[in-house]
Each structure stands twice: as C-alpha cells, then as structure tokens.
C-alpha cells in the first residue's frame, strides 16, 4: 500500500513529485524517492525515512527535467532497506528506466525463478524487479512493447509509474485493486501537464485539476506529443477494488473510485450504530482513521461525540510500522486519554478494525485505566480473517485473532464490556452497481480475486 506520483511535461516535475508524495506520507514512511528525466538523462535520490527529511531544497534541485515519478514505501515484498527503496532504477539495452510501484504481485517468486534458471542476476528483494527482467529480456519493438509482455506474464495488484529518458508510463492492473488517479494542471506561459498519482489528495494540494481514474488495464504513455491511451488486456468481467482503502488506509479527504472516502466512512459509522446500539455517555474515536466512522454513530445513536483520546502526530501509523518491536509499545506513545472526560462513563469506543488483537486491548485498557466505567468496542468492519496478498501487510492467517476466535472471544480477549463488528452487508450501504464494478473483501471472506501462486498453502486452509 505504497504512494507513487508521475508529473509529465512540466518545468518543476521533481518539486511537485515531492508536494505529491509529501501528501501521501500515509501510505509508506519507510522510504521515499524521487526520479528525474531532462530527456536524455535520469537522475535520482532515494532514501529511507519520510519525505520531509529526504527531500531538501538543494536535493530537489539536482533533479532537472520535465518528467518525474516518485514513491513512498511500506514494505510488503522485500526488507525495509535502501536497496529495495523506490523508485527502482535500470540501465539495459533500450536505456535506462525507473518503477514506482504501489500494490503486489501474487507470482513474483515464480517468476524470479524462472528467470534466474535463465541467467538473470537479482539486485534487491522487491516483487517489481522481475517487471524490469522481463522488459530488459523482450525482443519487441518499443517500450510500450515490451512493458504489455511483461505485465501479461505479472499476476496480482499494480499501479505503476515508469520513467525513461523520453517518456512517462502509467499502468493499471486489469481489475483495478489499487487506486489510480489522472490530473492535469496548468503550466506557467502555457501548456498543460499531467499529474497521476495514487490519491486525489495529492492533486488538490497542486491545485490540479482531477480529470478521471486509470481505468482498470489501462496504460497511460506521456510524451512530447502529451498523452495517448492503450487498452491491452482482455477486459474484466468484475472489478476487484480494494475495500479497505475505504476502511482505513485512503485519507478522508480523497475521493477514491469514484467515491468521497469521508463520506463512506461516516456511512459506516451510522450503519454500525444500527446494528450494535449501546447506552453510554460518549462516543470516542480511536484517532486518527476513527474518527469519521465515530462522527457517523454519533449522530446515528445521538450520543456525544467527544475526542477523548488523543494522539501524538509526531508518531507514524501504528500499523504500517516496519519494526514488530515499535509496534508492541506504540499504543503508549501514540494516544493518550483525557482522563477528567473519561471518569465515570460509559464510553462507545470506535477503531477501523482489529487485527491481531493487541492493539485493542491496550486501547481498552487505557481507558478504563483513566476511569471509564465501561468499554464497548465496535468497529467499522468486518472481522479480518484472512490474510491480504495484494498490498495490505497484513500478518499471517494465524496471527489474525478473527481467524481461530469468535466475537465473544475477541471481546474477552481486549476486555471490553461488548464488542461489535459491521456486517459484511452493511458495509456495502453505499454500493450502487455500476456495470462490473465490485470490490475486493478477501481479508474478511477469503474469497481472493486473483490466484497467489506464492502462497498455495495459505490458498488451501479451509474457510471457518
């Protein structure tokens, strides 16, 4: 679930790579990067860390040109390690390239050891490597060419941005997983650049203005001439857009397939009220992917919003922390609770999901520590069950609590006085059926969309 960005045709493609990539810290705070192309000439500067830090004014400018991806990583194939930053960069026959790369692929092991019995020498441990191999060994023509050989031989999740010294690419996998928006803005004394990027969020922080999403299996090729469109793929009966973009990781203020993220959130919370109504005092957000969903229960069940635990924007995400031991104290260095609002109540308790189980319980904890006389957990989604192997780094099935525990279990477990999930029928409350749109729900259902050649023994447990 990693960031990327593609500025095409404008003078300062590397400062607003950096603006775009600055709003989608979200995504990854392990690494970033950025590749630059004066059209002869890639230049580059990765490291590990956030954005902020990686990128001075001075960095910046030694990245010339008119064309620039960039990226921000959270790992899910391959170490946290400068090597595997991205944006990935080739030099082979036709030239130089460079990758960023959001999603996973589900055949990457396979193919890498296909390619390797042929010869084929690997530098890092990132799933995208082998997209580089199998360009750099196609005999056809151009680089679009060669890029529709590769990714008809990929399976899994992508969204794509690749950068030669001439042109820029964007690519969509067939059934749109991961998230992919097109933009254009305006270029000082005329002309118009193209802007793509994983986040509309990212689009309004350039003022640009969003023209359409990537289409599922298409490639997008920027130029000197501009922009063209191609369709290679055979299209999809169904669509399999991530739902837990909606669910947590897509920021409330993007509209994300073709829908307003804050929006579906608070729609989660009103739903979840009517399924799991409760009397208490308050009704509390785990800050900050909970709050939407809270403000949506509150008005739903008419009781009080309040902000009672508050959280430290100075930590990253809990959840997309590379280090197991971050994550086992970061609830502490997180949220803290304001315990004068807390005494004595009843308190409703919001969180996107729960995961491995910890993380509730200390949250439960907490407030009970800081006086709460009772805890009632909801969260707004279904139980995770099952493993995501398209980007996600959710753990292994067996370390996901829903898999091998009921709901009463997980209750006891994290200690609340009453736990609640959304249905898997209510989470789709927003859902108008758009042709062959649908989403991907196999963290809860286990019904995967596309095969996962590297993980059979995981594709074989029997469904609970």
Not at 28 to 42: A, F, K, R, Y
Not at 191 to 201: D, K, L, P, Q, R
Not at 394 to 422: C, M, N, V, W
């Amino acid at each position: 679930m990693c960031g990327i960005v593609g500025i095409a045709n404008h003078p300062e493609a590397s400062n607003l790579a950096y603006l775009c990539l600055y709003a989608q810290q979200h995504r990854g705070q392990e690494s970033g990067g950025i590749v630059s192309s004066d059209g002869t000439t890639l230049y580059q500067h990765r490291a590990m860390g956030h954005i902020s830090d990686i990128f001075t004014r001075d960095v910046i400018a030694k990245l010339p040109g008119h064309n620039a991806i960039g990226h921000v990583r959270y790992s899910t194939s391959g170490a946290s390690t400068l090597k595997n930053a991205y944006p990935f960069v080739v030099n082979y026959s036709g030239g130089w390239l460079a990758v960023s790369h959001n999603g996973n692929l589900t055949n990457y092991r396979k193919l890498r050891k296909e390619l390797e019995k042929e010869g084929s020498i690997f530098n890092a441990s990132v799933d995208s490597e082998v997209v580089m191999h199998l360009v750099a060994k196609s005999r056809e023509g151009t680089l679009e060419d060669k890029l529709i050989g590769a990714l008809k031989k990929i399976k899994g999740s992508y969204c794509f941005v690749f950068i030669s010294e001439d042109k820029m690419i964007a690519a969509r996998d067939p059934k749109g997983i991961r998230p992919l928006a097109l933009g254009e803005l305006q270029v000082n004394g005329g002309g118009m650049a193209h802007v793509v990027v994983s986040e509309t969020c990212a689009l309004d922080l350039l003022g640009a203005k969003f023209i359409r999403e990537v289409e599922p299996g298409e490639i997008l090729i920027f130029d000197s001439c501009g922009m063209r469109s191609i369709k290679p793929f055979e299209k999809e009966t169904k669509r399999a857009q991530c739902i837990f973009e909606y669910i947590y990781f897509a920021r409330p203020d993007s509209n994300i397939f073709g829908r307003d993220v804050y929006t579906i959130r608070t729609g989660f919370g009103r739903q979840l009220a009517r399924e799991h109504p409760v009397e208490a005092d308050m009704v509390v957000p785990v800050p900050d992917s909970g709050v939407p969903a809270a403000i949506g229960y509150s008005e739903e069940s008419g009781i009080p919003f309040q902000m009672a635990l508050i959280r430290n924007h100075y930590v990253g995400r809990t959840f997309i922390e590379p280090k197991k031991e971050i994550r086992h104290f970061g609830v502490k260095v997180k949220l803290n609770p304001i315990r004068e609002l807390l005494k004595g109540k009843r308190v409703v308790c919001i969180d996107d999901s729960i995961v491995r189980g910890t993380t509730s319980l200390k949250i439960v904890k907490m407030l009970k520590d800081a006086g709460a006389k009772e805890v009632h957990m909801r969260i707004s989604s279904p139980p995770t069950s099952w493993p995501c192997f398209y980007g996600i780094d959710t753990p292994t099935r067996e370390e996901l609590i829903a898999s091998s525990h009921t709901i009463e279990e997980i209750r006891k477990y994290i200690g609340a006085d009453s736990l609640g999930y959304l249905s898997k029928e209510a989470l789709y409350w927003f859902e108008k059926v758009n042709g062959n749109e649908w989403f991907c729900d196999a963290c809860f259902t286990g019904d995967y969309p596309v095969d996962v050649d590297d993980a059979p023994e995981i594709m074989k447990l029997t469904k609970k």
